[in-house]
């Protein structure tokens, strides 16, 4: 069975550019989320998406936002893209969503602002 | 704000010793507690997980201790092997599904 998997493995944008990340999860999960991991740091809650409704949000602003599709896939989209964003952004996929449902972590996308 | 803390970076034990990993946390809403391995160019995987309503997990090689008063989570591995040798991350839950993770500790089994 596959697992989770994140595209593009790595992404280079300029600041002020906008960037798009995709996930496809576990075949049969319905939840999605989106953590960033950047230099130093745990890895920061950024949106949890279940049944294609975005279901709750970290502390980042407007210009971090996203979608789930009918297939359960998702994209996360960041906006006026700042050096700080750079970041490895890691998705997740459980199968609901429950407390206990393990998530499941695909290889992340390495994103560099220039 | 960091609310779960990991504050050592790295651990090195000897082969067949026990590991002994810890993690703080400071928010009290905290109802759930996972760790989850990872090895490089990977995802995380998950490990072993808690409810705050217990002190005590234990799977195998593996048991994480609860300490509720203390707000202190730790992972024991117990004997310790050379694949277990990756990095080691704390999570915590909110409700709402709001997953906080520490910043890691690698762990080094020494043959």
């Known amino acids: 069975e596959a697992g989770v998997t994140q595209s593009p493995t790595h992404l280079i944008k300029t600041r002020g550019q906008q960037a798009t990340l995709r996930c496809s999860p576990i075949?049969?999960?319905?939840?999605v989320y989106w953590y960033q991991q950047a230099l130093g740091l745990g890895l920061q809650f950024l949106l949890w998406?279940?049944?294609?409704?975005?279901?709750n949000r970290g502390n980042f602003p407007p210009r971090f936002s996203g979608r789930q599709f009918p297939n359960y896939s998702s994209e996360l989209n960041v906006n006026a893209l700042e050096l700080e964003d750079s970041a490895l952004y890691l998705c997740?996929?459980?199968?609901?969503?429950?407390?206990?449902?393990?998530?499941?972590f695909g290889p992340g996308t390495r994103l560099t602002v220039l | 704000d960091q609310q779960v803390k990991q504050n050592s970076p790295s651990l090195s034990v000897q082969e067949g010793r026990i590991s002994i990993l810890n993690c703080d946390y400071t928010?009290?809403?905290?109802?759930?507690f996972l760790w989850y391995k990872k090895y490089p160019a990977e995802g995380p995987t998950f490990l072993i997980s808690?409810?705050?309503?217990?002190d005590k997990n234990e799977d195998g090689r593996f048991t994480v201790f609860l300490n509720k008063s203390a707000k202190h989570l730790s992972l024991h591995i117990v004997p310790s092997q050379p694949g277990d040798s990756a990095v080691y991350f704390c999570a915590a839950r909110r409700p709402g599904n709001q997953f906080y993770f520490g910043t890691g500790t690698s762990l080094t089994v020494i043959p």
């Open positions: 998406y279940d049944e294609g409704e975005e279901r």
């Open positions: 075949s049969g999960h319905t939840s």
């Open positions: 997740a996929s459980s199968l609901g969503a429950g407390v206990y449902n393990e998530q499941f």
């Open positions: 808690i409810s705050s309503i217990k």
């Open positions: 928010n009290s809403m905290f109802d759930y």
